[in-house]
């Protein structure tokens, strides 16, 4: 870490931004992943760097999506690995979930890095190995084209943090239940999915993991409910109208 204050203004912001750089030029992650996490930085800015209502009201309806599926799946990238394994390893073991590796611009000694650091935060079984069995999502192609067949090929609900906008797309039209987090509320895979959190994932995973044991004994019906009633467009709208005030507030 540079020497910073926790005191600083961005103390937070700055310490994740340490934490992708290190992991960086440790192989973990490609260059792009800084962009995208620039990109999601600018986002988290412009919304106040908290959870605001729209995402609390995603992540009730996400967990309850979760808790009813039968098969569900985390999938985590290069980004969401580094920022939030333990967290997601949490979650995989609550649900519980199947855990899958799916990288953007996948090499093999990324898939690796990304393996260590998941078992590091004490994943157990992680499907989307390097040497793991895969077959390609229709309408994808190249190697991030792969999903394993126990893992998003089976699942009913996947909860994919940070996707692409060709791969949220192309899961949702095999019928899956695609929940994502993305700070961007405007990008595809916020726009294409079926529920989406705009919040970071630093935030975000923590508070699904609470949510979670809440909504733990409510009946089938109940949180059926609460996912038919979510709207996710609306929702979406309702977390642009939020940057928009902020922007006309000039942040205050
Ligand atoms: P899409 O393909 O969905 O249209 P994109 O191509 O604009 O998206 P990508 O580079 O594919 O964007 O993905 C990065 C996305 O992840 C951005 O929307 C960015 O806002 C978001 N993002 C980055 N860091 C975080 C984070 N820590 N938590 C949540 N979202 C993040
Ligand atoms: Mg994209």
């Given at each position: 870490?540079?020497?910073?204050?926790?005191?600083?203004?961005?103390?937070?912001?700055?310490?994740?931004?340490?934490?992708?750089?290190?992991?960086?030029?440790?192989?973990?992650?490609?260059?792009?992943?800084?962009?995208?996490?620039?990109?999601?930085?600018?986002?988290?800015?412009?919304?106040?760097?908290?959870?605001?209502?729209?995402?609390?009201?995603?992540?009730?309806?996400?967990?309850?999506?979760?808790?009813?599926?039968?098969?569900?799946?985390?999938?985590?990238?290069?980004?969401?690995?580094?920022?939030?394994?333990?967290?997601?390893?949490?979650?995989?073991?609550?649900?519980?979930?199947?855990?899958?590796?799916?990288?953007?611009?996948?090499?093999?000694?990324?898939?690796?890095?990304?393996?260590?650091?998941?078992?590091?935060?004490?994943?157990?079984?992680?499907?989307?190995?390097?040497?793991?069995?895969?077959?390609?999502?229709?309408?994808?192609?190249?190697?991030?084209?792969?999903?394993?067949?126990?893992?998003?090929?089976?699942?009913?609900?996947?909860?994919?943090?940070?996707?692409?906008?060709?791969?949220?797309?192309?899961?949702?039209?095999?019928?899956?239940?695609?929940?994502?987090?993305?700070?961007?509320?405007?990008?595809?895979?916020?726009?294409?999915?079926?529920?989406?959190?705009?919040?970071?994932v630093v935030r975000a995973i923590p508070l699904i993991i609470e949510e979670i044991s809440k909504l733990r004994?409510?009946?089938?019906?109940?949180?059926?409910?609460?996912?038919?009633?979510?709207?996710?467009?609306?929702?979406?709208?309702?977390?642009?109208?939020?940057?928009?005030?902020?922007?006309?507030?000039?942040?205050?």
């Amino acid at each position: 870490m540079h020497d910073m204050s926790p005191h600083h203004p961005r103390y937070q912001s700055l310490l994740l931004r340490d934490k992708m750089a290190k992991a960086y030029q440790e192989g973990i992650l490609a260059d792009t992943a800084l962009i995208a996490h620039g990109r999601g930085e600018a986002f988290d800015y412009i919304l106040g760097e908290k959870t605001n209502l729209p995402a609390l009201n995603s992540i009730k309806a996400a967990s309850a999506a979760l808790l009813l599926a039968e098969n569900p799946i985390l999938s985590v990238n290069g980004n969401t690995a580094v920022l939030a394994a333990e967290d997601m390893v949490k979650l995989a073991r609550i649900l519980p979930a199947k855990v899958e590796i799916n990288l953007f611009y996948r090499t093999p000694q990324r898939v690796m890095k990304v393996e260590e650091v998941l078992k590091k935060a004490g994943a157990t079984e992680i499907l989307g190995k390097e040497e793991d069995d895969y077959f390609p999502i229709k309408g994808l192609e190249g190697p991030r084209s792969r999903a394993h067949p126990e893992g998003v090929h089976r699942a009913d609900v996947i909860l994919v943090p940070l996707e692409d906008g060709d791969r949220a797309e192309a899961l949702v039209a095999l019928g899956k239940t695609v929940i994502t987090i993305d700070l961007n509320p405007l990008s595809r895979t916020a726009q294409t999915s079926s529920i989406t959190i705009v919040d970071n994932v630093v935030r975000a995973i923590p508070l699904i993991i609470e949510e979670i044991s809440k909504l733990r004994g409510c009946r089938i019906d109940e949180l059926e409910a609460i996912v038919h009633e979510f709207d996710n467009q609306r929702n979406i709208d309702s977390s642009l109208q939020l940057i928009a005030q902020y922007l006309e507030k000039d942040g205050k």
